[in-house]
């Protein structure tokens, strides 16, 4: 039996707790006294941004998300 390395439990996580982080992130910065977050996706896997964004716009129009 090899060791296993902890990333290899997460490749199963679902998508959603990613967004979580996301939002967690998010929501901190916020707390810090930033008005914008703009986020850049240099590739195509991460379908998740745009509701992700999307919700938190929703949530405080005082926070921007980009």
């Known amino acids: 039996m090899g060791e296993q390395h902890w990333l290899d439990d997460m490749?199963?996580?679902?998508?959603?707790?990613?967004?979580?982080?996301?939002?967690?992130?998010a929501v901190c910065l916020k707390r810090q006294g930033f008005k914008r977050l703009i986020v850049m996706s240099t590739h195509g896997?991460?379908?998740?941004?745009k509701p992700t964004i999307r919700e938190l716009n929703m949530w405080d129009p005082d926070f921007q998300v980009m």
């Not at 490749?11 to 992130?25: G, I, K, L």
């Not at 896997?45 to 941004?49: C, K, R, S, V």
């Open 11 to 25: 490749q199963d996580e679902p998508y959603y707790s990613w967004a979580s982080t996301f939002q967690d992130v």
């Open 45 to 49: 896997g991460n379908w998740i941004l």
